[in-house]
């Protein structure tokens, strides 16, 4: 009997990694395939390019208020039908987008495919069912690392597919993209959430011992400083790339994707070496570097005239140091109150997505032709030096329950 067929006669066998990737990737694809297509979309629908990038605030908006919910219901009804529901969410939401004829529909049906952020969202909460936190770390490590790809050349695609067939191309791969990953989903994940049970109103009522738990409260402020810290590069350096650098497209394009090349190498240490070392020696150490890296900047920034190669290559440190913190700190909340595991990824998620949404919303604020890019420098080394805070905090603790 071949291995796929055992798989499929034990519903209750754990997902492979690469269904785990898949799910996540789905979500990041959904996020910014579809970017270079504004333009596009807004002479199609007749609007301003305002209205179209509501596409991306509202989706951002409905992501978070979602993750606030969506750990909870699976802890309740189970990993697996909740991700083949959301799935099957996604799909019908893209198909919408593809039907749309006006801007009022396509923004209705953009916000509905917000629903795939579960897959994120139950992915690593299916790890922490069946792993320890440092492995969960290690394989949430992996996990990352090839979702990280797809940030970096998603929009590449999403470029090409308009040219080639008009905005709807994107979509259309959100669309096959939705559809294969479904399909791997049935036959490969297994239900990872054994002990569910009761009444949705039971898991509720076990909320108030989370938001007590002041170690999730540790491990989430640290990587909502760290998540933070990207977002608010994702706010301010296309400005200081384009404005202060006078970069075009292109090149603003190739310089801008250094964090990710930082962060997938940093998933792969924390996927090699979280298990090895603790997931809280990878924070702490993950933390350091990034902060470390924008030390690094301020004080070259000081020095010599600024440069877009110094700009952008020290943000490597950015995305090398999150990519180390981030799979642990997400492993150490959930491994909190492991029976919340889900609960705790979701609320953990909505928080760093909302920090997040705020620091690249005061990083657009602050950069002006004027200023240069020292105010963002100087916001992101406070924001990575503010992220250690939390986790010293989380360690303390530890120490005194062990004392």
Not at 182 to 210: F, I, N, Q, Y
Request: net charge positive; glycine share 12%.
């Amino acid at each position: 009997m071949s291995p796929v067929s055992v798989r499929l006669l034990d519903p209750t066998t754990p997902p492979h990694v690469m269904t785990l990737v898949a799910q996540a990737s789905i979500a990041a694809l959904a996020m910014n395939v579809f970017l270079p297509s504004l333009p596009t979309m807004t002479a199609y629908f007749g609007t301003d390019y305002a209205v179209m990038q509501l596409s991306v605030s509202l989706y951002l908006l409905v992501n978070a208020v979602l993750q606030l919910f969506i750990g909870a219901i699976s802890d309740r009804f189970g990993r697996r039908p909740v991700m083949i529901a959301a799935l099957i969410g996604f799909i019908l939401a893209t198909i919408g987008t593809l039907l749309a004829t006006s801007a009022t529909m396509f923004l209705i049906f953009r916000m509905l495919q917000a629903v795939v952020v579960t897959a994120i969202v139950v992915s690593r909460a299916a790890i922490r069912d069946v792993l320890d936190e440092g492995p969960a770390a290690s394989r949430i490590g992996y996990v990352t690392m090839g979702m990280a790809i797809v940030p970096m050349i998603a929009p590449a695609i999403g470029g090409a597919l308009d040219e080639a067939f008009g905005w709807r191309g994107s979509f259309v791969l959100m669309l096959i993209a939705g559809l294969g990953v479904l399909a791997l989903t049935w036959r490969d994940m297994g239900e990872t959430k054994l002990d569910r049970g009761g009444s949705m109103s039971g898991v509720l009522r076990e909320l108030p011992e989370l938001m007590r738990a002041r170690r999730f409260w540790g491990y989430c402020g640290t990587a909502t400083l760290a998540s933070g810290a990207f977002f608010a590069y994702l706010g301010g350096a296309p400005f200081v790339g384009a404005t202060v650098f006078g970069l075009g497209p292109a090149m603003l394009g190739l310089f801008f994707g250094a964090p990710a090349l930082g962060y997938a190498t940093g998933n792969f240490l924390s996927g090699r070496f979280a298990a090895r070392v603790g997931i809280n020696a990878m924070i702490l150490l993950g933390a350091l570097v990034a902060f470390g890296g924008m030390l690094l900047l301020l004080a070259l920034s000081l020095a010599l005239p600024q440069s877009p190669f110094i700009f952008f290559g020290c943000f490597v440190f950015i995305g090398l140091g999150n990519g180390m913190l981030l799979p642990s700190a997400t492993s150490g909340m959930m491994s909190v109150r492991p029976h919340l595991a889900g609960t705790a990824s979701g609320i953990g998620g909505a928080i760093m997505i909302g920090g997040g949404a705020a620091l690249s919303a005061v990083a657009g604020a602050i950069l002006t032709p004027e200023t240069g890019a020292l105010p963002l420098i100087w916001l992101m080394v406070a924001t990575t030096g503010l992220g250690i805070g939390p986790h010293l905090y989380v360690l303390y603790r530890e120490k005194q329950i062990s004392a």
